[in-house]
């Protein structure tokens, strides 16, 4: 009964939070400009007006062509330090997000240096179709039969939906390429579905160890011709670079199959197994050691712990994740499996970019990630009443002090002027 009242209090307090939030989010879009300059905000206001007066101004979704059009910001719970993101489409086939070391690749490599960074020594596994299977490798559901299969037997079949039996390795995690590399000998634009993997473990497998387990994943595919690659890294470096290389995109040109493009929307890509509760045990500068370019990629890691890479706070929370209950016609909360709790929201709801360049925020690295100055948060100063009877009384007061000093100042000037004929006179110089 204790936890379930503290679980209802959690959920009020931050209520309250995202509601606050949402007011400094709402003050925040009014690009007040520099502290304590009420008309900084005015050249910046037009264009404001227009684009969020427009029916649809901000996408729910960024699509392909459209990267960067919105953006989200977040904050450390001590206010102290703000963040952008640009929301990005992340489609393989975009000429943007499908560079090696775009700002998608980083993200993606970010999301999963956590859990790489716990890992002293790695095995990299690739599962590789031969051309009579690939046919049947289009739809999603191929692809998730495929993913559940060789995880059942390299980190063990799952009993009662909560633990795994067998299995060769403890956790790891998996991404999918689609095509084939661009080198000599092989055409890029060729259909070649192939899962790789990074495991947990200490180095070079037995040959006994090697035969069985492709043996084993031979028999589970029931393909007797399946292609599978096994190797190992022990350094930073050597970490680093399969990562970069797992996560890097293949599928570079929709033309090149165009049904496959539309049927790989909503589909995940990764997935991971095993828990990852461990320090890390490298950093990343032994990998830039190692000649590996990890410009921005500690800043993008600590975003997507939700911690603030400046100061080590976590982020504020700004609301829950809901989802609609078509029953009841209400939103609901989406809670966490593992604890119970709802899940939190750490980044707001999407605005237009060009508020974003309009607050001078400076990006990190090319990973279209931003630090956005505290001073756009800062709300304009309140504009004072005036009373304007008494302005006009004070004024009125102020304008016979003025007229009086005037008078003085011009008299003075006279007298200095005409010094001579003032002492002639005996001090009694006509002052007309």
Same mark, same amino acid.
């Given at each position: ?6 679980t209802e #209090?959690i ?9 606050? +939030?949402a007011?400094?989010?709402a ?5 007040s400009?520099? =502290? ?6 005015? /050249? ?7 684009? +969020?007066?427009?029916?649809n =101004?901000?996408?729910?979704?960024a699509? #392909?062509?459209?990267c ?5 910001w977040?904050?450390d ?11 990005l489409c992340?489609l393989?086939?975009?000429e943007?997000?499908g560079?090696?070391?775009? =700002? ?6 970010? *999301? ?6 716990q890992l002293?020594?790695?095995g990299g596994l690739?599962?590789?179709f031969?051309?009579s299977?690939?046919p049947d490798?289009r %739809?999603?559901?191929a ?6 299969? #060789? ?5 063990g079949k ?8 067998g299995?060769?390795?403890? *956790?790891g995690?998996?991404?999918w390429h689609?095509?084939n590399?661009?080198r000599?000998?092989y055409?890029?634009d060729?259909?070649?579905p ?11 497998l037995?040959?006994e160890e090697?035969a069985?387990?492709k043996?084993?994943?031979?028999e589970a595919?029931d393909c007797?011709?399946l292609?599978v690659?096994? #190797? ?5 470096g050597?970490i680093?670079?399969?990562l ?6 293949t599928?570079l040109?929709?033309?090149w199959?165009? /049904? +496959? ?16 509760h461990?320090?890390?045990?490298w950093?990343l ?10 410009s921005?990629l500690?800043?993008?890691s600590?975003?997507?712990?939700h911690v603030c ?5 976590p982020?504020?929370?700004q609301?829950?994740?809901?989802k609609?209950?078509e ?8 809670l966490n499996?593992? %604890? ?7 980044w707001?709801k ?5 508020l +974003? ?12 990630l931003? *630090?956005i100055p505290?001073?756009?948060f ?7 009443r ?7 009384r ?6 016979k002090?003025?007229r009086k ?15 001579n004929?003032?002492v ?9």
């Open positions: 009964m204790g936890e379930h009242q503290s #209090a959920i009020l307090q931050n209520e309250c939070k995202s509601q606050a +939030l007011e400094l989010s003050r925040a879009s009014s690009l400009g520099s =502290a304590g300059d009420a008309g900084a905000g005015a /050249p910046y206001k037009d264009i404001e007006d227009k684009v +969020l007066t427009k029916p =101004a901000v996408p729910k979704k699509r #392909a062509g459209l960067g059009g919105s953006f989200q977040c904050s719970v001590g206010e102290k330090h703000y963040f952008g993101k640009r929301l992340c393989q086939w975009c943007k997000c560079k090696m070391d775009s =700002a998608a690749h980083k993200r993606r490599i970010g *999301r999963k240096l956590p859990k790489v960074r002293a020594a790695v690739t599962i590789e031969p051309y299977r690939r490798l %739809t999603k559901k692809w998730r039969d495929a993913v559940e299969v #060789a995880g059942n037997v390299l980190f799952r009993t009662n939906n909560v633990w795994r039996v299995g060769y390795f403890e *956790r995690f998996q991404d689609w095509f590399d661009e000599p000998g055409r890029p060729v259909f070649n192939h899962m790789n993997f990074i495991v947990d473990y200490p180095g070079a037995e040959p090697l069985s387990l043996n084993d994943l031979r595919f007797a011709d292609i690659h096994y #190797a190992y890294a022990t350094k930073p050597q680093y670079h399969m970069r290389y797992n996560t890097r995109a599928f040109k929709k033309e199959d165009e /049904p +496959l493009a539309n049927e790989l929307y909503g589909f995940r890509q990764s997935r991971s197994w095993g828990k990852w461990d320090a890390p045990v950093n500068k032994e990998a830039e050691t190692a000649g590996e370019d990890i921005g500690e800043f993008v600590k975003l997507y712990e890479p400046d100061c080590g706070e982020l504020a929370v609301g829950f994740r809901t609609l209950n029953k009841t016609g209400e939103r609901e909360f989406v499996k593992a %604890t119970g709790l709802p899940i939190a929201v750490y707001s999407p605005l237009p970019s060009i +974003l360049e309009a607050s001078g925020a400076l990006e990190v690295s090319g990973t279209e931003y *630090r505290l001073s756009w800062e709300p304009e100063p309140k504009r004072e005036v009373n304007m009877a008494e302005l006009r004070s004024n009125k007061g102020r304008l002090e003025l000093k005037a008078k003085r100042e011009n008299w003075k000037k006279y007298v200095s002027a005409n010094l004929s003032y002639l006179s005996g001090g009694k110089l006509d002052e007309e």
